[in-house]
């Protein structure tokens, strides 16, 4: 069974930085192309980050550009895709929700919901103003 256990959400100040983490179990991890997608209260699901299986390609909002890194650790002791996310702002509340996609090759990632095979239950970010 395909877990995907997300971490590391909180409050935080607007300009401050916060990580969070997620780790995948009970699937093949190097195979799949990884996401980062948030909700906010009365809105619509949205993208955030996305990263090849490599970890060579990678993909953000125009909103986060700049400000938000993703990466992964492909190690079998590991397992995770991390969001680094900095100079955060109120907007960036949300729940953030790790996910994960069978990758087409070493530079696939995906941008829309629809590519995503399994879906972590979110971890709330906070930005105080």
């Known amino acids: 069974q395909v877990h995907l256990v997300e971490s590391g959400g909180g409050l935080v100040q607007a300009g401050g930085s916060l990580r969070v983490s997620c780790q995948a179990s009970?699937?093949?991890?190097?195979?799949?192309?990884m996401g980062w997608f948030r909700q906010a209260p009365g809105k619509e699901r949205e993208f955030v980050a996305a990263?090849?299986?490599?970890?060579?390609?990678?993909?953000?909002a125009d909103s986060v550009k700049g400000r938000f890194t993703i990466s992964r650790d492909n190690r079998e002791n590991k397992n995770t895709v991390y969001l680094q996310m900095n100079s955060l702002k109120p907007e960036d509340t949300a729940v953030y929700y790790c996910a994960g996609g069978l990758g087409l090759s070493a530079s696939t990632t995906y941008t829309d919901r629809v590519q995503y095979d399994y879906w972590g239950q979110g971890t709330q970010v906070t930005v105080s103003s």
């Open positions: 990263i090849s299986w490599s970890g060579g390609s990678t993909d953000y």
């Open positions: 009970g699937l093949t991890f190097r195979s799949y192309a």
